[in-house]
């Protein structure tokens, strides 16, 4: 769906399809730069990140193996509370192994805190976070996040894999929703 086939749902396009691929373009270069000599397994979150995933590993130079973790946060509505439980874990042993975080977003950093520490726990190699956007204003908790897309203030945003009540995640581009929507 195209930002045009929203109707009166869109208030305002932040980043187009060609803005996010050529991001993640620049991403990815400097992913395989800072990974070269070393196997790194990507591990998306769902469900958020599939696109990012899909553009990310397409725009690596060569072959990258991925895996994907579900997890459901705990807390009132919309806010997370950074109580998680895992609804998917993953499917690979990552005891030694380098691990890239792909997230969609960083809103209080609660929900990829916890999954950050529990991946630890599990004796990798490394563990590094690349998310497409971060919300600095809204950090509850301070996530070392290597690889960041783009910075955005602090409103909902939909459109790319990012969801409202399951809604415009097919969305090319990535948008702030107008307030009939979810008022
Ligand atoms: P956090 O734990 O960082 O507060 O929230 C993490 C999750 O909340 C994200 O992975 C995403 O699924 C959801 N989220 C946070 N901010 C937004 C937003 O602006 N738009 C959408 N669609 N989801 C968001
Ligand atoms: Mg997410
Ligand atoms: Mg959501």
């Known amino acids: 769906m195209d930002s045009s086939q929203m109707g009166n749902d869109l208030e305002n396009v932040l980043f187009t399809e060609a803005q996010i691929h050529a991001k993640l373009e620049e991403l990815a270069a400097q992913i395989w730069r800072d990974y070269e000599g070393k196997d790194v397994l990507l591990v998306g979150v769902l469900k958020g990140a599939i696109l990012v995933m899909a553009d990310l590993m397409r725009a690596l130079p060569g072959s990258v193996p991925m895996d994907w973790m579900a997890v459901s946060s705990y807390g009132s509505g919309t806010k997370s509370s950074g109580v998680v439980r895992i609804l998917k874990d993953l499917d690979a042993d990552i005891s030694g192994r380098h691990v890239l975080i792909v ?48 910075d955005i203030p602090n409103s909902f945003v939909v459109g790319y894999g990012l969801d409202f009540d399951e809604k415009f995640r097919n969305l090319r581009d990535i948008g702030t929703l107008a307030p009939h929507v979810y008022s």
């Open 103 to 150: 997230e969609d977003i960083i809103d209080s950093g609660l929900t990829l805190s916890w999954i950050r520490s529990n991946l630890e726990s599990r004796n990798p190699a490394s563990v590094e976070i690349c998310t497409l956007l971060r919300k600095p204003e809204a950090a509850k908790v301070e996530i070392d996040c290597k690889y960041v897309g783009f």
